[in-house]
């Protein structure tokens, strides 16, 4: 009896985290289709049905028009649809290719001809509007084929941020260890005040609420994301800089995947201009990174399934912030001169150069404790 009870609690808790979880996804992370259906003459058409499927999932909304022709269809997860609009004495109209991106609203509106109740169907492809009239807010999607082809210098999809309009963050540096990530700032806002949210989860940075040490998803798993910079509704506003919505690939009814590899080693690395000019070797920065994604139907129409993997493999003498190698050498010294009096040279030195307030006591051999080798 207390082992059934207990099972029955837990198999409630999970519900309870299963259905929190969904909720919050679809309340961030969707987008919305919306549209007028008229007849032949410009009339509006009330009553008609709208009936929206996903060409992946085969997820399935239904909707009418209102009085004065006017439909939405809200909580869409991001993907391609079609959409079938049908209406009494009209013929079947079936729009093709409509494309729903996260936090935007497709517009799709529809000229119905008349025609018998079986009187066949229309078929039209949507024409994606160049300016989004539905709302104000302010961003640029990034879909997977740009996430994908893009160069990135450390396979973080963050170095992708500034290319909304109104954004901008320093230079990538390719010979960073690890991830490499990336500090944003938004129409002029402090980088900690952008809201950074995947699937629809908060993936703020805890203590600094900024872009580094975020969760990042391998690129490959990636299916879109958005900067929105100004002027977003309510469901959207946090802070005062820019709110970044990214979208995780799921599965559909037909398997997809992929394998990659990305490599740098010393044969295809250049050396460092001030290295170079130094006369010093190309540093070692040896990079692999591998992985690969598959996704498919479980049961067809119903349940998918969709997996990432990504491995990195490095050593990097490269990065100035992770390595003890550096450009700037100084006066004196160099890899085959370094024993304790031509530290104690190239310091004083410098401590001559600087101005008399600046200066430290002049450094000896006998402070050297141990002496470096030759």
């Given at each position: 009896?207390?082992?059934?009870?207990?099972?029955?609690?837990?198999?409630?808790?999970?519900?309870?985290?299963?259905?929190?979880?969904?909720?919050?996804?679809?309340?961030?992370?969707?987008?919305?289709?919306?549209?007028?259906?008229v007849?032949?003459?410009?009339?509006?058409?009330?009553?008609?049905?709208?009936?929206?499927?996903?060409?992946?999932?085969?997820?399935?909304?239904?909707?009418?028009?209102?009085?004065?022709?006017?439909?939405?269809?809200?909580?869409?997860?991001?993907?391609?649809?079609?959409?079938?609009?049908?209406a009494?004495?009209?013929?079947?109209?079936?729009?093709?290719?409509?494309n729903?991106?996260?936090?935007?609203?497709?517009?799709?509106?529809?000229k119905?001809?008349?025609?018998?109740?079986q009187?066949?169907?229309?078929?039209?492809?949507a024409?994606?509007?160049?300016?989004?009239?539905?709302?104000?807010?302010?961003g640029?999607?990034?879909e997977?084929?740009?996430?994908?082809?893009?160069?990135?210098?450390?396979?973080?999809?963050?170095?992708?941020l500034?290319?909304s309009?109104?954004?901008?963050?320093?230079?990538?540096?390719?010979?960073?260890?690890?991830?490499?990530?990336?500090?944003?700032?938004?129409?002029?806002?402090?980088?900690?005040?952008?809201?950074?949210?995947?699937?629809?989860?908060?993936?703020?940075?805890?203590?600094?609420?900024?872009?580094?040490?975020?969760?990042?998803?391998a690129?490959?798993?990636?299916?879109e994301?958005i900067?929105?910079?100004?002027?977003?509704?309510?469901?959207?506003?946090?802070?005062?800089?820019?709110?970044?919505?990214?979208?995780?690939?799921s599965?559909?009814?037909?398997?997809?995947?992929?394998?990659?590899?990305?490599?740098?080693?010393?044969?295809?690395?250049?050396?460092?201009?001030?290295?170079?000019?130094?006369?010093q070797?190309?540093?070692?920065?040896?990079?692999?990174?591998?992985?690969?994604?598959?996704?498919?139907?479980?049961?067809r129409?119903?349940?998918f399934?969709?997996t990432?993997?990504?491995?990195?493999?490095?050593?990097?003498?490269?990065s100035?912030?992770?390595?003890?190698?550096?450009?700037?050498?100084?006066?004196?010294?160099?890899?085959?001169?370094?024993?304790?009096?031509?530290?104690?040279?190239?310091?004083?030195?410098?401590?001559?150069?600087?101005?008399?307030?600046?200066?430290q006591?002049?450094?000896?051999?006998?402070?050297?404790?141990?002496?470096?080798?030759?």
């Open positions: 009896m207390f082992r059934s009870r207990r099972l029955m609690m837990l198999m409630l808790a999970a519900m309870m985290i299963l259905g929190v979880g969904s909720a919050a996804f679809a309340q961030s992370a969707t987008g919305q289709l919306s549209g007028t259906v007849d032949p003459n410009g009339a509006r058409v009330p009553g008609a049905t709208v009936r929206v499927t996903n060409r992946d999932t085969a997820l399935e909304r239904q909707v009418t028009t209102d009085e004065n022709g006017n439909f939405a269809v809200q909580l869409l997860p991001p993907g391609k649809y079609r959409a079938e609009i049908s009494q004495g009209f013929k079947t109209a079936i729009v093709e290719e409509i729903v991106n996260v936090t935007q609203t497709a517009t799709v509106d529809v119905l001809e008349t025609g018998a109740v009187g066949g169907t229309v078929t039209v492809t024409e994606q509007p160049l300016v989004q009239g539905e709302s104000s807010q302010v640029r999607v990034i997977e084929t740009q996430i994908r082809q893009l160069p990135l210098p450390t396979r973080n999809f963050q170095q992708l500034t290319l309009p109104g954004t901008s963050a320093s230079v990538s540096n390719n010979t960073e260890l690890g991830r490499g990530d990336t500090t944003i700032t938004v129409n002029g806002q402090r980088t900690t005040s952008n809201n950074v949210r995947i699937n629809g989860i908060d993936a703020n940075s805890i203590g600094t609420n900024s872009t580094p040490n975020i969760a990042v998803p690129t490959d798993s990636i299916q994301f900067v929105q910079t100004s002027l977003y509704d309510a469901s959207q506003g946090r802070n005062a800089g820019g709110n970044v919505e990214a979208i995780t690939k599965g559909s009814n037909d398997f997809h995947g992929d394998i990659y590899e990305f490599l740098r080693n010393r044969a295809l690395n250049s050396n460092d201009f001030f290295l170079k000019s130094a006369g070797p190309k540093p070692v920065l040896t990079r692999n990174q591998f992985g690969g994604t598959l996704g498919g139907p479980l049961v129409n119903k349940l399934f969709f990432s993997y990504q491995g990195t493999r490095e050593r990097n003498g490269a100035l912030i992770n390595s003890l190698m550096s450009p700037v050498l100084p006066v004196f010294l160099n890899n085959n001169n370094r024993t304790a009096a031509d530290i104690v040279a190239a310091f004083n030195a410098y401590n001559a150069s600087l101005p008399v307030a600046q200066q006591a002049a450094l000896t051999a006998a402070q050297i404790n141990p002496p470096p080798q030759a």
